[in-house]
């Protein structure tokens, strides 16, 4: 079972930075890649960003530019640094471990608001 500790979301204005961070742990599994997917009110969660244990990313191209994700691999843990938010980014925030067997595990997720 994987298990994460998340943390960081919040409240804040446009144009502002928030980092978000999660660490995965548990019993042994492999970890194909980790990252965020996001979920905006009235639509369906979508991929926000990846990065796999060696260090490659991918990014939605609504947040290209303006995310960055980084990781701790002995760690298992990523950090997802978010500058210039919009009232766009508004959504519930889902750290994820893809495992070896292709099976996503999910964290509890946390809210991201970005708001005047």
């Known amino acids: 079972q994987v298990q994460f500790v998340e943390s960081g979301g919040g409240l804040v204005q446009p144009g502002g930075s928030l980092r978000l961070s999660c660490r995965a742990f548990?019993?042994?599994?492999?970890?194909?890649?980790m990252g965020w997917y996001r979920q905006v009110p009235g639509k369906q969660r979508e991929l926000a960003a990846t990065i796999t244990p060696s260090s490659l990313t991918n990014y939605a191209d609504s947040v290209m530019g303006r995310f960055t994700i980084s990781q701790d691999s002995n760690k298992n843990t990523v950090y997802l640094q978010m500058n210039s938010l919009k009232p766009e980014d508004t959504g519930v925030y889902f750290c994820?471990?893809?495992?070896?067997?292709?099976?996503?595990?999910w964290g509890q997720g946390t809210q991201v608001t970005v708001s005047s």
């Open positions: 548990g019993s042994s599994f492999g970890v194909y890649d």
């Open positions: 994820y471990v893809r495992d070896y067997s292709a099976n996503f595990h």
